[in-house]
């Protein structure tokens, strides 16, 4: 009988075949309804045949006796016809399930696996950082076993609607401030059960977590941050959570962020005690560096050129107070104003961070130099001592800035009478000195004169003691224009002059040891400018001398200083590059 079967199945498909070939020159229909009632044996003919060419140029196969033998005795490895589909399984499974019913006997063991697809920002004022991930979870239900079945397929991807109807660990992040599932452009779960019960879910979420933060040494400073797993409704006895063998991965090599670089993704499971038992706590931790090249070159070079501007002021010298006064004033505002626009991105801790240390201290060099500035200006300022006489230097055809323009004409071709006018005028000026004795001399600023002592001679004329008194009042010895002339310049020369002002013609009027000073007439010439000093009034006065004192240590005091400061914030830098970075490293 085996062999009668044999033989059957030998025959009957070339039988077929030749009968195909056949049709095809009969009829279109009968050909159709050929194929349709032997459709499934012409495909397996072309399953266990090779075909070749015969002589008349058709096809035809080649029949291995011994492929057709292994062929009927092997079994078939094709779907089985009565295999039972996905609705059909689903409706047998879920007929009699419970979702309120924990799976098994004893506890589920759920296994949690995390991919990171990115992390977005991180926030030092509210210290909390955003990421997404895809978060799975796996766990065998007895109940959802279908492989008795004969399913035609040993897997199903459903809907994420079904997961309404299964049972859950109900598991969730307890320290996220805000958690959502992506819905672009529908709900991102995925969902899958196996022949054998397991259920693989997989949830893609938003996660907003909180961050641990010491700023103590800010801008070299370490973030952590910190997402906690664990299931809401079971303790331990029911369900035992757990990392997978994958645990938690990123899903590109290098994750960085404006201000942050990950380190490293750490994973703990921790057995944490509540009222109502033991709860499995999974936890993935984030490891952050922050990069401070934006806050080197925002505050610390900024930093460095304003302390270094700062000393320019040590060697301006003693004399240039308001110029010095305007660089330490300056420096110091802008070093407030860079470190208010830096701190205001932080939150308001109330520690000292090691940006507050930077910047302190370069306030302090620069409030120190104001310091020393004050105390310069404290030595070298004038207490009503006489003042140094200036030099006198004739400058034909030449105007100094701020004084009038007084001009004068001597020809050396003038009246006999004017002479002789001349000659009695000096002539009184020098009775006029033998009779008062005691004499001021006053630096104006333009002429060096002496004027003096008020007498009621000098003071009878308001508009003369005015236009004598307007250059101790002015330190650029302005004389407004006309002013006090009433057309005689030669008058206004004289008493600005002093009350000797000789000239080359009438040099009699003036002793050789008289400490007059002699001002020169030049044809076409004013007098304006100083080049030579004046004759010393005698021995140095101890006002004088103790000015001179004060104004020497002020000197010496610029030069240490411009010594100490740069020295000392050396130091500084040492100090406090070395005790930062090395923490870093």
Same mark, same amino acid.
């Given at each position: 009988?085996?062999?009668?079967?044999?033989?059957?199945?030998?025959?009957?498909?070339?039988?077929?075949? =030749?009968?195909?070939?056949?049709?095809?020159?009969?009829?279109?229909?009968?050909?159709?309804a050929f194929f349709r009632r032997n459709s499934r044996?012409?495909?397996?003919?072309?399953?266990?045949?090779?075909?070749?060419?015969?002589?008349?140029?058709?096809?035809?196969?080649?029949?291995?006796?011994?492929?057709?033998?292994?062929?009927?005795?092997?079994?078939?490895?094709?779907?089985?016809?009565?295999?039972?589909?996905?609705?059909?399984?689903?409706?047998?499974?879920?007929?009699?399930?419970?979702?309120?019913?924990?799976?098994?006997?004893?506890?589920?063991?759920?296994?949690?696996?995390?991919?990171?697809?990115?992390?977005?920002?991180?926030?030092?004022?509210?210290?909390?950082?955003?990421?997404?991930?895809?978060?799975?979870?796996?766990?065998?239900?007895?109940?959802?076993?279908?492989?008795?079945?004969?399913? /035609?397929?040993?897997?199903?991807?459903?809907?994420?609607?079904?997961?309404?109807?299964?049972?859950?660990?109900?598991?969730?992040?307890?320290?996220?401030?805000?958690?959502?599932?992506?819905?672009?452009?529908?709900?991102?779960?995925?969902?899958?059960?196996?022949?054998?019960?397991?259920?693989?879910?997989?949830?893609?979420?938003?996660?907003?977590?909180?961050?641990?933060?010491?700023? *103590?040494?800010?801008?070299?400073?370490?973030?952590?941050?910190?997402?906690? =797993?664990?299931?809401?409704?079971?303790?331990?006895?029911?369900?035992?959570?757990?990392?997978?063998?994958?645990?938690?991965?990123?899903?590109?090599?290098?994750?960085?962020?404006?201000?942050?670089?990950?380190?490293?993704?750490?994973?703990?499971?921790?057995?944490?005690?509540?009222?109502?038992?033991?709860?499995?706590?999974?936890?993935?931790?984030?490891?952050?560096?922050?990069?401070?090249?934006?806050?080197?070159?925002?505050?610390?070079?900024?930093?460095?050129?304003?302390?270094?501007?700062?000393?320019?002021?040590?060697?301006?010298?003693?004399?240039?107070?308001?110029?010095?006064?305007?660089?330490?004033?300056?420096?110091?505002?802008?070093?407030?104003?860079?470190?208010?626009?830096?701190?205001?991105?932080?939150?308001?801790?109330?520690?000292?961070?090691?940006i507050d240390v930077w910047m302190l201290s370069c306030? *302090?060099?620069?409030?120190?130099?104001?310091?020393?500035?004050?105390?310069?200006?404290?030595?070298?300022?004038?207490?009503?001592?006489?003042?140094?006489?200036?030099?006198?230097?004739?400058?034909?055809?030449?105007?100094?800035?701020?004084?009038?323009?007084?001009?004068?004409?001597?020809?050396?071709?003038?009246?006999?009478?004017?002479?002789?006018?001349?000659?009695?005028?000096?002539?009184?000026?020098?009775?006029?000195?033998?009779?008062?004795?005691?004499?001021?001399?006053?630096?104006?600023?333009?002429?060096?004169?002496?004027?003096?002592?008020?007498?009621?001679?000098?003071?009878?004329?308001?508009?003369?003691?005015?236009?004598?008194?307007?250059?101790?009042?002015?330190?650029?010895?302005?004389?407004?224009?006309?002013?006090?002339?009433?057309?005689?310049?030669?008058?206004?020369?004289?008493?600005?002059?002093?009350? /000797?002002?000789?000239?080359?013609?009438?040099?009699?009027? /003036?002793?050789?040891?008289?400490?007059?000073?002699?001002?020169?007439?030049?044809?076409?010439?004013?007098?304006?400018?100083?080049?030579?000093?004046?004759?010393?009034?005698?021995?140095?006065?101890?006002?004088?001398?103790?000015?001179?004192?004060?104004?020497?240590?002020?000197?010496?005091?610029?030069?240490?200083?411009?010594?100490?400061?740069?020295?000392?914030?050396?130091?500084?830098?040492?100090?406090?590059?070395?005790?930062?970075?090395?923490?870093?490293?």
């Open positions: 009988m085996f062999e009668g079967i044999i033989g059957y199945r030998v025959y009957l498909p070339s039988i077929l075949l =030749f009968t195909t070939i056949l049709l095809l020159y009969d009829g279109t229909d009968a050909r159709k044996h012409l495909r397996r003919l072309s399953r266990l045949y090779d075909w070749e060419v015969d002589e008349n140029g058709s096809f035809r196969p080649v029949i291995d006796a011994d492929r057709v033998q292994r062929s009927a005795r092997a079994p078939t490895t094709t779907r089985p016809h009565n295999c039972n589909n996905d609705s059909y399984i689903l409706e047998t499974i879920l007929a009699k399930y419970n979702r309120h019913k924990i799976p098994g006997v004893g506890a589920v063991q759920v296994e949690v696996d995390v991919w990171v697809q990115e992390i977005t920002t991180i926030s030092d004022i509210t210290s909390d950082f955003q990421l997404d991930i895809y978060i799975s979870e796996m766990w065998m239900d007895p109940a959802l076993d279908y492989s008795w079945m004969e399913p /035609c397929k040993y897997n199903l991807s459903l809907n994420s609607d079904l997961l309404k109807k299964l049972w859950t660990p109900n598991s969730c992040f307890i320290n996220s401030k805000t958690a959502s599932i992506h819905e672009s452009p529908f709900m991102n779960i995925f969902l899958m059960i196996y022949s054998n019960g397991s259920v693989w879910t997989n949830y893609r979420l938003k996660l907003q977590g909180p961050c641990e933060m010491d700023l *103590t040494r800010f801008p070299f400073d370490n973030v952590t941050c910190k997402l906690t =797993f664990e299931s809401f409704n079971y303790n331990t006895d029911e369900v035992e959570m757990s990392w997978s063998k994958l645990g938690v991965s990123k899903m590109r090599e290098k994750m960085e962020l404006a201000d942050y670089e990950l380190m490293e993704i750490n994973t703990e499971k921790v057995k944490v005690p509540y009222p109502a038992g033991f709860w499995h706590e999974l936890s993935m931790v984030f490891h952050f560096k922050r990069r401070a090249g934006w806050y080197i070159l925002q505050a610390y070079l900024p930093t460095y050129l304003t302390i270094f501007i700062s000393w320019i002021s040590f060697v301006l010298g003693t004399k240039a107070i308001p110029a010095r006064t305007m660089l330490g004033v300056n420096s110091l505002l802008a070093m407030t104003f860079q470190f208010g626009n830096i701190i205001r991105n932080l939150p308001r801790v109330s520690y000292v961070k090691a306030m *302090t060099f620069v409030f120190c130099s104001l310091l020393e500035l004050a105390w310069v200006g404290f030595l070298s300022r004038d207490d009503g001592a006489p003042a140094k006489p200036k030099p006198v230097h004739p400058a034909p055809n030449h105007r100094r800035p701020g004084s009038q323009n007084m001009h004068y004409q001597a020809t050396s071709q003038q009246q006999p009478q004017q002479q002789q006018q001349q000659q009695q005028h000096s002539q009184q000026h020098h009775n006029h000195l033998h009779n008062h004795s005691a004499i001021q001399y006053e630096n104006s600023g333009s002429l060096y004169r002496r004027q003096p002592h008020a007498t009621p001679n000098n003071i009878t004329d308001e508009e003369n003691t005015a236009l004598l008194g307007m250059p101790r009042d002015n330190d650029y010895g302005y004389i407004p224009p006309g002013y006090g002339l009433n057309g005689n310049i030669k008058t206004a020369m004289s008493m600005l002059a002093g009350s /000797c002002a000789c000239h080359k013609n009438a040099p009699q009027c /003036c002793p050789a040891n008289d400490n007059h000073q002699l001002v020169s007439q030049q044809d076409s010439s004013i007098i304006e400018d100083w080049s030579e000093p004046a004759p010393s009034a005698g021995p140095t006065s101890p006002a004088t001398a103790a000015l001179h004192r004060r104004e020497r240590l002020a000197a010496t005091i610029d030069k240490l200083s411009s010594i100490f400061f740069p020295s000392l914030f050396a130091l500084f830098n040492v100090v406090y590059w070395y005790y930062y970075l090395d923490y870093v490293q």
